[in-house]
């Protein structure tokens, strides 16, 4: 049976934790003093998802940013054992719900171009290619695409 996750808003309490799942998650992965920054910031909401049980434990989060109407995904991450379960798509669909209710119209992200699990979480969930920042990324260097994704604010 598939472990149940919650979702809920990250406090500062997760950020060793999520400190662990950027090392784990990414090879350019944020600093803990990076991530400090994002809980002191009001433009800025994150949410964690939590697996079930007894030993609850941190198993992804998203941080994404909103400023005069617009949106930005900042990061979002499931760790390597809880992936292909639906996690980073509820993530997803949590802060993109959030954004909305923030008054957020367009939401833009970036994604190296040979992250082919991301490209197709984005995909699905409505985000199109507007541009391509060349050489974006370090530790590899490589070309971000950048994605947009209406919301429901400016579709009505
Ligand atoms: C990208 C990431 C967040 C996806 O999380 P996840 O919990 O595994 O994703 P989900 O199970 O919710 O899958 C959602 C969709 O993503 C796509 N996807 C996820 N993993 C995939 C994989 N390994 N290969 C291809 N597509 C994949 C699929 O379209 C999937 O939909 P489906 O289940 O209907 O096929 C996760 O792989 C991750 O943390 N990667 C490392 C960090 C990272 O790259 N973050 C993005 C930075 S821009």
């Known amino acids: 049976m598939a472990e149940p996750y919650r979702i809920r808003p990250a406090h500062p309490a997760d950020l060793p934790a999520i400190a662990a799942g950027e090392r784990e998650c990414f090879s350019d992965p944020w600093s803990q003093g990076s991530i400090a920054e994002l809980f002191n ?3 800025v909401l994150g949410l964690v998802a939590e697996s079930g049980g007894s030993d609850s434990r941190l198993a ?5 940013r909103a400023i005069a109407g617009e949106g930005e995904i900042l990061n979002i991450a499931v760790l390597p054992a809880d992936r292909g379960r ?8 949590r802060v993109l719900g959030d954004l909305d209710g ?6 833009f992200l970036e994604v190296r171009e040979s992250n082919e699990a991301a490209r197709r979480l984005y995909l699905a969930r409505g985000f199109r290619p507007v541009g391509l920042r060349t050489d974006y990324y370090r530790k590899p260097r490589e070309n971000a695409l950048v994605l947009r994704r209406e919301l429901k604010s400016t579709l009505n």
Do not use: I
Not at 102 to 107: A, F, K
């Open 102 to 107: 923030r008054g957020v119209g367009s939401v």
């Open 86 to 93: 639906g996690v980073g798509g509820q993530l997803l669909d």
């Open 41 to 43: 910031n009001e433009t």
């Open 60 to 64: 992804g989060y998203v941080f994404a």
